[in-house]
């Protein structure tokens, strides 16, 4: 810090400068008020910037309350939209599908567009597109409309999902950075738990009312982005990208806790930038690294986009899209009673993601990929076990149903609690500065496609392999992520999003630069707490 070392010799004591100066009554220096309130100033400044960083980031994840809302209404929607419109299974599949496999266009869009007009500007733009599908689906007369309604809002989900968690990881300090970066995966589980209760509270209305008026309360999340872009800043990576240097000081002086580390982190960010703003040879179009990667790069896109697809196909979409037909195999007939167990689905969901963000940050990204993923293969084993073991009546109605319900709800609890914020974390900061915003976008596109599939092709696989034989399936799937955890995901936990890219030069032999790079940073918050006590003792 600045004004950091101070200390004492003998009866005398140095200040901020250096410079002697005599004790003063009391055996304090003449001066040692003067410490205290520098040390106050510090900690009311970084307290201050963290609250700054806090709204911004919960503002910038509005948009993923729409995804998640989309997820969640659909589930009941779908079985109102079924008697309504008279749609087919096939249609249902499309219906749900479709939006998956359309947001890769906003998803890819987005890199381009985010890096034109901004990280801000093109959450806003999102939200737009958004609004203009959740509009056209709610006063849809047929199936047409309706699948060009959803096709719009897939396109603004896509911009959404994309853009947030790479806005949040420019802005985010280091030392939070997972726990805010997770903010867009607990927005969506929200989003997702106002679905199914709304899907609850409007089902006993007409059928042909009530899944309009579901899908028609999804345009007010995205009204609130309007206010949200009058208060959050750029992001200070693209102003510098932009040749904007004193506006990106600007902004790090409101999210950084002082001066010295505003200057710092600026240079930092500079020297990362410097390839944008080199020769013709070095300003060559972004996707052509993607062709030819580098070994780092290639490295950084297994990763990434590995991380993303098994998010998807370990079948998280198909449990919370389809989870009344998953309940209706198991026993349950009731469509009321049927909405009311998803509700307790999208309960748990939420709950556990915030102990995601409790422990993210503390015992780090790969850790919790372990817990998610080993935890998903058991309960998503167990599901399937269970919904055999009902088909052939060889437990009873009532335990079969008990254990269904507790193995969604766990699959959901487990997912929540790694695998569904890490993914977005590790998306948004393991790349470098110049193709973070395209490369992201590419995992998003993998993560989307993914989602897609599954969600077309779950009701199908039923009919030809049972709803049990579908979850072993993705017991499997998800058995194999745990592997790919182990083999390709390094910890990024306390890392600055430069030093990240140092374990990927380094190939297999990243565990050795966690510890180097690990070390590092124990020292410099060792040193930075000993400056601060030296100060107050000061």
Sequence with gaps: MAYGVAGATGNGAFNGNGISRPPGPGGKGKYGRIGDELVEHSLERGSESRRYVFACAIFASLNSVLLGYDVGVMSGCILFIQKDLHITEVQQEILVGCLSIISLVGSLAAGRTSDAIGRKWTIGLA?????????????????RVLIIGRLLAGVGIGFGVMIAPVYIAEISPTVSRGSFTSFPEIFINFGILLGYISNYAFSDISEHINW??????????????????????????????????????????????NEEQVEK??????????????????????????????????????????????????????????????????????????????????????????????????????????????????????????????????????????????????NVAFFSVGIGPVCWVLSSEIYPLRLRAQAAALGTVGNRVSSGVVSMSFLSLCRVLSVAGTFF??????????????????????????????????????????????????????????????????
């Design 127 to 143: 939200a737009i597109i958004f609004q203009i599908g959740a509009a056209v689906m709610a006063f849809a007369p047929s199936f």
């Design 212 to 257: 309009r008026i579901m899908l028609g309360i999804g345009i007010l999340p995205s009204v609130f982005i309007g206010f949200a872009l009058l208060v959050i800043p750029e992001s200070p990576r693209w102003l510098v990208l932009q040749n904007r240097a004193d506006e990106a000081r600007s902004v790090l002086m409101k999210i950084t806790e």
């Design 265 to 410: 982190r600026l240079a930092e960010i500079e020297e990362a930038a410097g390839g944008v703003k080199g020769t013709k040879e070095e300003e060559k179009a972004v996707w052509m690294n993607f062709l030819s990667p580098s070994p780092a790069l290639g490295r950084m896109l297994i990763t990434g986009i590995g991380i993303q697809c098994f998010q998807q196909i370990t079948g998280i979409d198909a449990t919370v899209y389809y989870s009344p037909t998953i309940f209706r195999d198991a026993g349950i007939k009731s469509d009321n009673k049927l909405l009311a167990a998803t509700v307790a689905v999208g309960f748990t969901k939420t709950a556990f993601i915030l102990v995601a963000i409790m422990l993210i940050d503390r015992v780090g990204r790969k850790p919790l990929l372990y817990v998610s993923t080993v935890g998903m293969t058991v309960c998503l084993i167990t599901l399937a076990l269970a919904l055999t073991l009902l088909g052939h009546d060889l437990v009873s109605l009532k335990a079969g149903i008990l254990v269904a319900i507790l193995s969604v709800c766990g």
């Design 473 to 538: 399936i993705f017991s499997a799937i998800s058995a194999v992520s745990v592997i790919f955890v182990y083999m390709y995901v390094p910890e990024t936990k306390g890392k600055s999003l430069e030093q990240i890219e140092m374990l990927f030069q380094s190939g297999r032999e990243w565990q050795r630069v966690e510890v180097e790079l690990g070390d590092v940073e124990h020292l410099v918050q060792k040193e930075h707490i000993d400056q601060r006590h030296r100060i107050t003792v000061s």
